[in-house]
């Protein structure tokens, strides 16, 4: 038996048939050392938000910790992709891997996008109906209050909603032509067009790039020009949780991006081999209806 | 533990594996991933326990006897975040870990690194949930979570730094459980033997399948509902607070949306097992595979759009009611044919009693009893009456420690033969299970009285008319608790078995025993299914 088993790590994975034998990496310490650099990062953060002044020391000490680990562990993906280790069976895996990952997210986003239908569709008009219902009111100011609500509560401030037709739309405008370069990019590379590949993506990343401009530049101006803010009522919650957390995907998707840029003009990926290309569209995409459902729930209706 | 006796003779021979400490900090082998998950669930299983077993104590009599309100309120919640989170579902994984790759024909789970990486999440998790407790002793923060392992808001909002702890352990806790999700969708879709179609997948791997699917579908939801908690603690946010057009009701929605498909999360894997064992053990064929398979698929289903029987009297309108009531009571039907079919594969089976069949029977009539009773609280004029009562503890009791629980124990006892490659003690697994299930009845009927009477749930005093019962109720636990350690001390004896003089487990270790998982030797070669079984051609 012992003998089998060290023929099954160390043989290279094309003295097998195809579809008899599937890659079982080494052991690594990589998840072990993530997993503390995560621990440290959330006792970190817990710490800081509590005004521990060794809070901020340990994230940053966490933050390390992770992104040597992932650049690693990326590493020796992209190493083990290069030389080999993986064929059409651990490509399928993969696939299927990166799609059920994507499905996760779509249900984090639902969780936020649950949240503002709700405050639109029952605990807003709740507040304000109080007073027909039930003789009184907690609190008088609602009483012309219309969606997208502009009043932060009983003592909060006045704020003004974001528009949908200035930066957003524009924003909408970059991230569809995202779509649409990363695409050409693929069908470049599905032609081993390698100029036209790596033009697509170096476009894509610009657009995406630029879009993260435009986001920053609304923040700022929300903050302070339109008194909107993170606090401004379940308005501002909304408003800043949603478009942020779609900008930290939009920043990671960026990032990958940028890596595979780098690969494909270190030649890699074939036009039949490129899950890693795949991989970062279909993130992207994902990215992009994100963005669809945000134009039009969170900016324009 | 069970790996103790695979350990010398695998790593003897191979230079590649590091040994010691290294070995488990850096596998990425199946078996080893899964023993580690489930020496994780039964260390947690005790902490949890002992925490429990702290409260009990406390209810022994009427009165403040042992502790203050206070860390009475951190111990409940606790003991609740760890025993689901950090007990039960490790165990199941560490069941997939251990089993789908053999029953399906697989060298190993399809993504192994990532695989490693679920499990060493778990660890610092559980470390960030019990850490208050220490750092309170040094005068940091004022202990860990005290609002109940829900977090409602607005108590949650208000809570000190444990709640902080408990929402970053959740949101680790969820990423370790959608990582062991992924690999196990994957390794089902992707490394089944040929010839395995998707209808003759074993049920256990059908039942995981669709644990799987609810979890990355739920599991992210409460991700971002602590969130939502984490921004309006410190970020000025106004999610779950009516002054800024928020709502605290939002709150229970986004956490049972997760929470109760969670009880599914839960059960599946154990429902996915019980016919293996119930057909071992009658030497039969299960009955009605895919009736069993639709009926997890309906439960799937029905279960993401019920939540809010969990607050039916927090004032939702008069239709929601209605709709969750009736829905609710739908879930019945689809469990209802499986406890038929448990049921009709035992009927005129040439029957034995091994350990693992006596908690198989255990689970199917004390399931059936909290079954029932979920019935009565799904009916919404008759909830308002046993809502946050001692009705409620002991219903999901029965539904989470004698259908969860003992439907571990089942699943540990029955395949620890295959694992470890002994036949464990059979008398110290009937002693377990008799005093387990004895002792089980006697901490949790009682309870349902006391909730008919009106004994509020999460209170550390009650009135002197609930002294009996609640005296009786805390016995029972003394010695339910105290009988795990039989269970330990089998599991340990087990995987020493040559040291112990234990009889050594054929392949098929069990007479009845079918599937792919017994065709291997008892322990299996360190990659399962070096070449994969062919079940296209006859008799392969």
């Not at chain 1, 100011?141 to 524009?170: N, Q, R, V």
């Not at chain 2, 010691?20 to 850096?26: D, K």
């Not at chain 2, 064992?277 to 030497?283: G, I, K, Y």
């Not at chain 2, 470890?420 to 005093?435: A, P, R, S």
Request: aromatic share 16%; net charge neutral; proline share 6%.
């Amino acid at each position: 038996m012992a003998q089998t088993h060290a023929a099954i790590e160390t043989t290279h994975p094309s003295d097998h048939p195809p579809g008899t034998h599937y890659f079982v990496p080494q052991p690594s310490l990589y998840p072990f050392i993530l997993s503390g650099g995560m621990f440290l990062l959330a006792l970190g953060f817990i710490l800081f938000m509590n005004k521990f002044a060794a809070g901020s020391w340990i994230m940053l000490a966490g933050t390390g910790v992770i992104l040597t680990v992932v650049v690693r562990w990326f590493g020796r993906i992209i190493h083990e992709s290069q030389t080999g280790s993986y064929r059409e069976w651990e490509d399928k895996s993969f696939r299927y891997g990166m799609i059920w990952f994507i499905l996760s997210e779509v249900a984090f986003f639902a969780a936020f996008f649950g949240a503002l239908f709700y405050v639109r569709n029952i605990s807003v008009p709740d507040l304000l109906t109080m007073l027909p219902r039930h003789d009184f009111t907690l609190y008088p100011e609602y009483k012309d209050l219309l969606w997208p609500a502009s009043g932060g509560g009983p003592k909060g401030i006045a704020f003004t909603p974001m528009g949908a037709w200035g930066i957003p739309a524009i924003n909408t405008a970059l991230l569809l032509s995202s779509g649409a370069t990363i695409t050409w990019a693929h069908w470049a590379l599905l032609k081993n067009n390698r100029t036209q590949l790596n033009l697509g993506l170096f476009l894509t990343i610009a657009l995406g790039v630029v879009f993260l401009g435009f986001q920053g530049y609304e923040y700022y101006h929300a903050y302070t020009e339109l008194g909107l803010t993170m606090g401004a009522g379940v308005y501002g919650a909304t408003f800043f949780m949603l478009t942020g957390f779609h900008g930290f995907h939009v920043t990671l998707g960026t990032i990958m991006l940028m890596v595979i840029y780098g690969r494909c003009l270190k030649g890699h990926f074939t036009a039949n081999r490129h899950f890693a290309f795949e991989g970062v569209a279909w993130y992207w995409h994902f990215v992009d209806v994100v963005w669809l459902g945000l134009f039009i729930m969170v900016y324009w209706l | 533990m069970s790996h103790a006796t695979t350990a010398p003779h695998e790593t003897h021979h191979d230079a590649h594996y590091p040994g010691g400490i290294m070995r488990w900090l850096t596998t990425t082998n199946h078996k080893d991933i899964g023993s580690m998950y489930l020496t994780f669930a039964l260390i947690m299983f005790f902490v949890g326990g002992a925490m429990i077993l702290a409260v009990r104590a406390e209810l022994f009599q009427p009165g403040l006897q042992l502790m203050q309100p206070e860390f009475f309120n951190q111990l409940i919640g606790i003991h609740a975040l760890v025993m689901i989170f950090a007990a039960l579902m490790p165990a199941a994984t560490g069941f997939a870990n251990w089993q789908i790759p053999l029953m399906i024909g697989a060298p190993d789970m399809a993504l192994p690194r990532i695989n490693n990486w679920g499990f060493w999440l778990l660890p610092p998790a559980a470390i960030l949930l019990t850490l208050p407790f220490l750092l309170a002793v040094f005068g940091i923060g004022d202990g860990a979570l005290n609002t109940g392992w829900t977090m409602y808001a607005p108590l949650s909002v208000q809570g000190g730094i444990g709640v902080d702890f408990a929402i970053f352990s959740i949101h680790i806790l969820g990423i370790s459980s959608i990582l062991g999700s992924i690999n196990v969708i994957v390794t089902i879709f992707n490394l089944r033997a040929p010839g395995m179609t998707m209808m003759k997948l074993p049920i256990f791997c059908w039942g995981w399948l669709i644990t799987a699917f609810l979890l990355i579908a739920t599991i992210p939801v409460l991700a971002g509902a602590v969130t939502m908690l984490l921004t309006d603690r410190h970020f000025g946010t106004h999610f779950f607070n009516a002054a800024g057009g928020g709502d605290p009701i939002l709150f229970q929605h986004l956490f049972w949306f997760f929470g109760h498909p969670e009880v599914y999360i839960l059960l599946l894997p154990v429902w996915g097992l019980m016919p293996h064992v119930l057909a071992t053990f009658s030497r039969k064929p299960m009955y009605g595979y895919k009736a069993q398979v639709y009926s997890f698929i309906a439960i799937g289903l029905l279960s993401v759009v019920v939540w809010a029987h969990h607050f039916f009297t927090a004032g939702l309108p008069v239709p929601a009611l209605l709709y969750f009531m009736y829905s609710t009571m739908a879930i019945s039907l689809p469990l209802a044919v499986l406890f038929f079919c448990w049921i009709a594969t035992m009927w005129k089976g040439a029957m034995s009693f091994e350990t693992p069949m006596l908690f198989a029977q255990g689970f199917i009539i004390m399931f059936g009893v909290a079954g029932l009773t979920g019935l009565v609280l799904a009916d919404v004029a008759a909830d308002a009456q046993y809502h946050h009562s001692y009705f409620v503890i002991a219903h999901f009791h029965y539904a989470l420690f004698a259908g969860g629980i003992m439907g571990v124990m089942t699943g540990v006892y029955y395949w620890l033969p295959k694992w470890t490659g002994y036949m464990y003690d059979e008398k110290l697994g009937k002693l377990h299970f008799w005093l387990t299930v004895i002792s089980f009845n006697l901490t949790f009927m009682p309870q349902f009285f006391l909730g008919l009477a009106g004994m509020p749930r999460r209170i550390p005093d009650y009135a002197l008319q609930f002294t009996e019962f609640n005296a009786i109720s805390t016995v029972g636990a003394m010695i339910l608790g105290f009988s795990q350690l039989i269970f330990a001390w089998n599991i340990w004896k087990c995987a020493r078995g040559h040291a112990n003089g234990l009889a050594p487990a054929e392949g098929r270790a069990w007479e009845g025993a079918t599937g792919l998982e017994w065709e291997l030797s008892s322990p299996p070669p360190h990659h399962s299914w070096e070449v994969q079984p062919d079940l296209r051609q006859p008799g392969a």
